[in-house]
């Protein structure tokens, strides 16, 4: 890198043209749009106008682009050089394009790196030819100050095990090394300029195919899911909105910390939502009058915060997983069955035709044929309307045949004498197909040990179909449903009402999926497009024994059966700093779930975890104070202190007000991010990062799954550092097999 770069001056004079250009485009573009107008078509013009002169002045301006490809051809063998920025620009005299848009199909090569046989596609069509060149440039204010020649060698390689391999190895690509490293405010941005090979393929996957991302922690999911919608707007504009672009992610508080990166994207009007808040939406007009909604926090106060009896948990467990599962998905399905079997007699439909008393009759087997074989697909009600439409044509079918025979003609009076007569035979036969409500119909199924036996698999207990219908009961006695029941009950709707279309999702992001349950996925696929989903998450991070999804076949061969899923892995992980993954890493290590992969972070070097044992409580909070104020003297904006749950928040909040003022506390009901210093539950931090984290009494973790997850979580947050706590003479069953060179012991 560096100013000594062989090709710097013509690069510089290369980005000085491309400023004066822009500068003559600002000019122009304030011209235009000075002009007030009626004319609507002006109207939009001059709006896209504003718009593109706004990027240009705030960011094009100063940075028009971070990279450029070389690509020669096949066959034409001419040599393009492409620059690359967040946006294109295009002369709008010449109509030239100046910068290409990163999204576009020609920016692939970019992404894919140095190669004599690369290739972009454009609509159907493959380019193919060599990409002789990739250059980063690092701008500040105009001025070159780095040119990074290559970086494409994969960011690490990936072959090797160990981060001790690659360090000796030294693979890095030094412009991500350098944008990795700017310290600061941790906050999510774009990586439009550092988007690697492998996340590239899933940003530009296929628009109609689910795809599920198994990504460790900090490997870039959340970011590269927003990247995608930003993709997916720019080339499919004609088909897609992204007014009807959906994120779902865990809680309010996250939803507000991805927001701040959809405007740089150019997708700020998405719609975002917790799966229970959008779903509750959906749910409330389905329940009787004066129901609630248990709040979701509920069981993880169970599960938590109180020593609560193990019996109580494990019912609840019993029955929050099952309302999640494939298991009640089957029971769902079923009890529409069991309804069509036991409740509907399928009778004989007989008429007559009361001017030649001919009687017409269609045989119950008949009708119960049609039923289940022709509409089967179709949710409930439509199969009753089909159903009828399908009988009327049958009796008109066999009466007209009989008035050719007899040769009889009707006139109009007459024909619409015996279409009244028809209808009235349908009301009539069709009052022995039971109409269903859903909310009745799940109380009737979720309440009956002998119903619901019947219609799960024999591997779900008996035991535990009597705690799933005892407690629940229990619950729908006090008029209350809790959040596990809302998916099942919007999969019934649609089995017997259907989703209302209008509504249906573009595309839709799923965000830490691996807590949502397989049911809710089902649910959200149903309000999607086309099966136009992106699904994230991390196995390792599912902190929920009572719920979340335990390993990624549950959606690629439970639930998208007929639409094969993309399925992608991650493991390279951006976030932290070497060391502090390497102590993260032990935790998963120690308790060696099937299936994990480790986290194998990039070449970025810090300073080595901190474990800091004070004497007392009071010592602790002294030392927490002192370095909170170390820190942020040294220029670090978001500093986390996180606790094992939410009481323990509480403590230490009110602790250290006095010494640290401008600390916030937060609960899963804060909608927003606040940054700053933060002290919050293991749990809120998923998915949030931040440049400082201490994680206070590691003791309280157990060894246990799902302790060892919660840690882990909390472990991978910080870019920077991280500083555990524990008091003297406590055990710390997590960390009991922690290497000593992986951290450092201080007093306090
Ligand atoms: N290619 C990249 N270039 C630069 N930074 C990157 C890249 N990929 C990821 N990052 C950075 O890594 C950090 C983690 O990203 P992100 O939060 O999207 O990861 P995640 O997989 O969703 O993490 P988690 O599962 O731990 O919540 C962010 O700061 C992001 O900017």
Redesign the pocket.
């Known amino acids: 890198m560096s100013t000594q770069h062989r090709e710097y001056e013509q690069e510089q004079h290369k980005l000085d043209e491309t400023v004066a250009m822009i500068d003559a485009e600002i000019t122009q573009l304030r011209e235009d749009i000075r002009e007030a107008t009626d004319d609507y078509v002006k109207q939009v013009v001059n709006y896209n106008k504003a718009k593109d002169l706004r990027y240009l002045e705030d960011h094009g301006r100063e940075k028009p682009y971070f990279g450029r490809v070389d690509f020669m051809k096949d066959e034409v063998y001419e040599l393009d050089k492409v620059y690359i920025g967040k946006r294109g620009i295009v002369r709008s005299d010449t109509f030239d394009s100046v910068v290409v848009d990163w999204r576009a199909p020609i920016a692939s090569l970019y992404y894919s790196g140095e190669s004599k046989d690369a290739f972009y596609r454009m609509g159907r069509e493959i380019v193919r030819g060599e990409v002789t060149l990739k250059r980063n440039f690092a701008i500040e204010n105009g001025k070159i100050t780095g040119i990074y020649d290559g970086a494409v060698k994969e ?1 690490i390689n990936r072959e090797m095990g160990d981060p001790d391999d690659f360090l000796q190895e030294g693979f890095i690509d030094e412009f ?1 090394a350098a ?2 490293n700017q310290a600061n405010d ?1 906050r ?4 439009v ?4 090979s492998e ?1 590239n393929d899933i940003i530009r996957a296929e628009k109609d195919k689910p795809l599920v991302v198994q ?12 990247h995608r919608l930003s993709y997916l707007i720019y080339n499919y504009q004609d088909t897609m909105m992204s007014k009807k672009f959906m994120v779902f992610a865990p809680n309010r508080m996250f939803l507000a910390y991805i927001s701040e990166v959809l405007p740089e994207l150019g997708v700020d009007d998405v719609q975002q939502a917790t799966f229970v808040d959008w779903a509750a939406r959906l749910v409330k007009p389905l329940l009787p009058k004066g129901w609630r909604i248990v709040s979701p926090d509920k069981p993880l106060q169970l599960f938590f915060e109180e020593s609560q009896d193990e019996r109580q948990q494990e019912i609840a467990r019993n029955r929050l997983r099952f309302k999640g599962s494939l298991d009640c998905r089957i029971a769902l399905e079923g009890y529409i069955d069991y309804v069509i079997e036991k409740k509907i007699p399928f009778k004989k439909l007989s008429f007559q035709y009361n001017k030649t008393k001919q009687v017409f009759s269609i045989s119950g087997d008949f009708i119960r044929q049609s039923f289940m074989e022709h509409f089967s697909n179709m949710p409930y009600h439509r199969r009753l309307d089909a159903l009828r439409k399908h009988l009327k044509q049958e009796m008109n079918k066999q009466l007209f045949s009989h008035l050719r025979e007899k040769k009889i003609d009707l006139d109009k009076t007459g024909l619409a004498k015996f279409e009244k007569m028809l209808e009235q035979i349908l009301d009539t036969y069709l009052t022995s197909f039971p109409r269903l409500e859903t909310f009745a119909a799940y109380r009737e199924m979720i309440s009956s040990e002998e119903l619901l036996r019947k219609l799960v698999p024999e591997e779900v207990s008996d035991a535990t179909i009597r705690d799933i219908v005892e407690s629940s009961t229990t619950l729908l006695a006090e008029e209350r449903i809790e959040a596990e029941d809302i998916a099942p009950l919007l999969y019934l709707h649609h089995l017997i009402e259907g989703m209302n279309k209008a509504e249906h999702f573009d595309h839709t992001v799923v ?2 999926a691996q807590d949502l349950s397989a049911l809710e996925v089902a649910v959200i696929a149903l309000a999607t497009k086309r099966h136009s989903l992106t699904i ?3 196995i390792a ?1 599912g902190i929920h024994s009572y719920r979340g999804i335990h390993a990624w076949e549950e959606l690629t061969q439970g639930i998208f059966t007929e639409h094969r899923p993309s399925y992608y892995t ?1 493991s ?4 932290s700093t070497i060391e502090i993954m390497k102590c993260a890493n032990e935790v998963l290590r120690l308790i060696q779930l099937p299936e994990t992969v480790l986290a194998k972070p ?1 070449l970025r070097q810090g300073e080595i975890p901190v474990l800091v044992t004070p004497a007392s409580r009071s010592e602790l909070y002294k030392g927490i104070a002192r370095r909170v104020e170390e820190f942020t003297a040294e220029g670090f904006k978001t500093i986390a202190i996180v606790t094992k749950t939410i009481g323990a928040s509480k403590k230490v909040f009110k602790s250290l007000q006095e010494s640290i003022p401008e600390m916030t506390l937060l609960s899963s009901k804060d909608n927003q991010f606040p940054g700053g210093v933060t002290v919050m539950p293991a749990y809120l931090t ?4 931040f440049d400082v984290v201490f994680i206070v009494d590691v003791d309280l973790y157990q060894d246990n799954e799902w302790d060892a997850k919660l840690l882990y ?1 909390a472990m ?2 910080p ?1 920077h550092r991280l500083v555990l706590t524990h008091l003297q003479g406590s055990e710390m069953p997590l960390l009991r097999e922690l290497p000593p060179e992986l951290y450092q012991s201080e007093a306090n």
């Open positions: 960011t991500l944008n990795l941790s999510l941005k774009d990586i300029a550092t988007i690697q996340q990504g460790v922690a900090g490997s870039g999911k959340t970011t590269i899911a927003l965000d830490e994230v998450g991390d991070q991650l390279q992980s951006y976030r990039v998923k998915g949030l990062q979580v991978t947050r870019v």
